[in-house]
């Protein structure tokens, strides 16, 4: 009986939606429709900047006592302008649907973080050097995308640059290499073992 | 007030004489402050642009890091300087190497890495800024290792 109802008025609202409306103006339904897109839209797009705040981000213990602690202490963090890079900055694409691939994978991330796989210090010690090979690897495939976003090859000065700096750069470069090749660890802790062996973490004969 | 109750009561004013009086002599390296005045903050310097391999001042000298090291780690995990200066590194990337004696523990065992006493570099291994000495030094370095 309940069932014959149902399918009963989810036709009618078919009916409904497909039968032009005798009621209202074209133009209301159009008006209406283009401010009920924009607070859409807006609400939309504000929830997902939320997401890409740094308060968001250490809202998990994990993020907070390991990662974000470890960051805490590098150049993204503070230094000489005062220009930080948060979490996001590196960690989430800026543009569009990369950015919208990249949040869809992060509910992976939501379902260990209930699941507890990194929910103590140790924890997330062991599984460190598997978390850093996907964040490399990543990386490694988008030619360093989110590095870039700020650091561009072709606005680098060379002569600004120390020695040293210079001479990896134009090393680097003329191989093809790409930021995170060298500046593993530059935001985090490197895991054990980084510099006995390079090839155990990166995966690569070295 | 009996007799040892005043004896302390003296000794007290006495320290406390003592203490109020030798307040103007102390004198640290880093200059006297008094109490009520805040300290003169110091110029914090700023480290050396990258330069060539220094001179020692004397043979057993640990050389002396030509670079800035800001935010480079030495940690049980990893070591920042080795990823350039370890024997499998330099030759890729133009850095001195470690010395072989880092590979030796305190009884002379030679390890296939390096040694935990010779792993913590800084502890040696100092970069340099353009300071004036805190107390005067009239060292000179033996005539074979000075520069000409």
């Known amino acids: 009986m309940s069932d014959k109802n149902s399918t009963g008025s989810s036709r009618s609202l ?13 133009g209301a339904l159009t008006v209406t429709g283009f401010v009920v897109g924009i607070l859409f839209w807006g609400g939309f797009n504000w929830a997902m900047e939320l997401t890409n705040t740094e308060t968001f981000c250490i809202s998990c213990h994990e993020m907070q006592v390991n990662v974000y602690e470890e960051y805490r202490d590098t150049v993204h963090y503070n230094n000489r302008t005062g220009v930080r890079a948060v979490c996001s900055d590196c960690h989430v694409p800026k543009e569009w649907h990369y950015k919208m691939l ?15 796989t990194v929910d103590t210090p140790e924890k997330f ?12 690897k990543t990386m490694k495939e988008t030619n360093s995308r989110e590095c870039r976003n700020c650091h561009d090859y072709d606005s680098m000065d060379y002569v600004d640059q120390q020695r040293r700096a210079v001479k990896a750069h134009i090393k680097g470069f003329d191989k ?19 510099t006995e062996d390079v090839s155990a973490v990166t995966g690569n004969e070295h | 007030m009996n007799r040892s109750e005043i004896c302390a009561l003296a000794a007290a004013m006495l320290l406390l004489v003592t203490v109020s009086s030798a307040d103007d ?16 903050t110091p110029i914090i310097k700023r480290w050396e642009p ?13 050389p002396l890091v030509p670079h800035s090291i800001d935010g480079y780690k030495i940690d049980k995990n990893s070591n920042k300087c080795l990823t350039c200066h370890s024997w ?21 065992t030679v390890l296939d890495n390096v040694a935990p006493r010779r792993y913590f570099c800084t502890q040696c291994h100092v ?8 107390v005067e030094n009239s060292f000179e370095p033996v005539k074979a290792i000075q520069e000409r």
């Not at chain 2, 002599?25 to 003169?40: H, I, M």
């Not at chain 2, 499998?88 to 002379?108: C, L, M, P, V």
Request: with cysteine; net charge negative; aromatic share 8%.
């Open chain 1, 14 to 26: 078919w009916q409904l939606l497909r039968s032009p409306s005798g009621k209202y103006s074209l």
């Open chain 2, 88 to 108: 499998a590194n330099y030759r890729e990337s133009g850095a001195t190497k470690i010395s072989q004696t880092h590979f030796s523990d305190r009884d002379e």
């Open chain 2, 50 to 62: 990258d330069q060539d391999v220094m001179a020692r001042d004397f043979v057993q000298q640990p």
């Open chain 1, 176 to 194: 093809g290499e790409t930021c995170i090749d060298c500046h593993k660890g530059i935001a985090h802790s490197l895991p054990a073992m980084y």
């Open chain 2, 25 to 40: 002599n102390v004198q640290s390296l880093r200059g006297d402050s008094s109490l009520d005045a805040d300290a003169q």
């Open chain 1, 102 to 116: 990249r949040k869809i994978v992060a509910t992976n991330e939501l379902f260990h973080h209930f699941l507890g």
């Open chain 2, 127 to 134: 970069p340099q800024k353009d300071t004036k000495p805190l």
């Open chain 1, 125 to 136: 010690e062991a599984k460190r050097l598997e978390l850093a090979q996907h964040v490399w």
